[in-house]
């Protein structure tokens, strides 16, 4: 059954139609149709958060017809007093020619992948850089548990930190110290933060007395 909205450039008239909207999506259907774009055109602007159903049907449609007609606009204005929405029924001979969802041509389709693919590559992050560290970490004394020293050091785990490959290496005195490879991602982890703010404090501090950088590279 046909629905007639009127006033549709006035409070009065958009109250109705945030009423009839709240519990649809579109106009007609579950799907957008000329019925949407026919009230679309008699609304002036969004309305914004006065009419939340307006607005979210406003906007739905536009970004519709925004994939349709990819131009810049610039803009239009209409002077003197808006008309009254035409009665849905009362359809122009010429309404049919005027099909905005008939089937894409191939340089429409062309065109819509061109931009999708500008578009992902616009937005595409660019990938952080990453570091190779070498690092030697100290013990207490030679009491010191080195496997649970090298267990406190892995256990520190973030976004951004790979542990590698590690080895003992005698210091003097019956001490020796781990010395361990790790990689970051330099955007997501601070070494001078990881050392001070994990591996020389507590719990891992119990083991660790100090920590060394012996190498730093750009990979």
Not at 55 to 74: D, E, I, M, Q
Not at 82 to 91: R, S, W
Not at 101 to 106: A, K, L, R, V
Not at 117 to 125: L, Q, R
Request: with cysteine.
């Amino acid at each position: 059954m046909a629905v007639t909205f009127s006033d549709l450039y006035a409070d009065s008239g958009l109250k109705a139609l945030e009423e009839f909207l709240s519990s649809k999506t579109y106009i007609s259907g579950d799907q957008l149709t000329k019925d949407d774009i026919k009230v679309f055109v008699a609304v002036v602007a969004d309305p914004g958060s006065s009419f939340p159903n307006v607005s979210r049907w406003y906007n739905c449609v536009s970004s519709h017809l925004a994939t349709r007609f990819p131009g810049k606009a610039a803009g239009v204005n209409f002077g003197g007093k808006a008309a009254p929405v035409e009665e849905p029924g009362k359809v122009a001979a010429d309404d049919d020619d005027l099909d905005l969802f008939g089937e894409e041509t191939e340089d429409e389709k062309k065109a819509a992948e061109e931009r999708e693919a500008t578009k992902k590559s616009s937005s595409k992050k660019k990938e952080s850089g990453k570091s190779s560290v070498l690092m030697d970490v100290k013990p207490w004394d030679d009491e010191t548990d080195m496997k649970k020293l090298e267990e406190a050091v892995r256990s520190v785990q973030m976004e951004g930190l790979l542990w590698g490959a590690s080895k003992l290496v005698p210091v003097g005195y019956g001490i020796k110290k781990l010395q361990i490879m790790l990689t970051i991602v330099d955007d997501l982890v601070s070494v001078d933060n990881l050392i001070e703010d994990y591996l020389l404090t507590e719990p891992a501090n119990e083991h660790i007395q100090s920590c060394d950088i012996i190498a730093f590279n750009k990979i």
